[in-house]
């Protein structure tokens, strides 16, 4: 087995090479994202997502990972929310309950993806709207730059009702605390949104 150590950050030319170009071709990428969002679909995501009864994520692969990452985010925002990466006919019991007042939202749409195909086609097909993410976006979407999508449709939506994301904290907090044996005061949702509020008070129109 190789040991790493510490200096090797620096002395080691192919992987200072490897982390210099990986954070700089993914921090250009989320740059980018602000110029390639397609924003009437992005309107047409926050409204579905903030009138569904229940939000069901979808993602194949490490795309699943992403999908059950919003899930949480949702969850934790007051939306009803579950999620599934899942493949071969398992999937059939995660698609069953999608129904009319629903939102199927794909993290990934991959080339070749049966799955994938099939679970838009049965949301499609029992009324729910569908979001695929990565339709979100002209051009690529690389994976950080996802991750900061998801997060900006979890934002959006503490934005646009902000009573319910203001009560899932204290419901959240209230359930930890109770676990845990000890009070917890955990408001993540909460100083995201003032965040972004006093930050758009700073920056010029």
């Known amino acids: 087995m190789t040991t790493i150590k510490a200096s090797d950050l620096t002395s080691n030319a192919d992987l200072a090479a490897v982390i210099d170009f990986t ?8 740059i980018a994202l602000h110029q390639s969002l397609r924003k009437d679909l992005l309107l047409g995501a926050f409204e579905a997502l903030n009138a569904a009864h ?12 992403m999908a059950e990452y919003m899930a949480i985010r949702l969850v934790r925002r007051g939306r009803p929310a579950s999620s599934s990466n899942m493949t071969g006919v398992r999937l059939a019991d995660f698609l069953m309950p999608i129904g009319e007042n629903d939102v199927l939202l794909v993290t990934s749409r991959a080339e070749d993806h049966r799955e994938i195909d099939v679970a838009l086609a049965h949301a499609k097909s029992r009324g729910a709207r569908t979001i695929v993410v990565t339709d979100l976006v002209s051009g690529v979407l ?3 730059a996802n991750l900061v999508l998801l997060d900006l449709l979890v934002a959006g939506l503490s934005a646009i009702d902000r009573p319910r994301m203001e009560a899932a904290s204290i419901q959240l907090n209230e359930l930890r605390a109770a676990i845990s044996g000890r009070r ?22």
């Open 23 to 30: 954070i700089a071709s993914e921090a250009d990428s989320v």
């Open 54 to 65: 229940h939000v069901y994520c979808q993602g194949i692969g490490t795309s699943g990972s």
């Open 142 to 144: 690389t994976r950080s």
């Open 184 to 205: 917890m005061d955990l408001d993540g949702a909460q100083r995201d949104l003032k965040s972004a509020l006093a930050w758009q008070m700073t920056t010029p129109a």
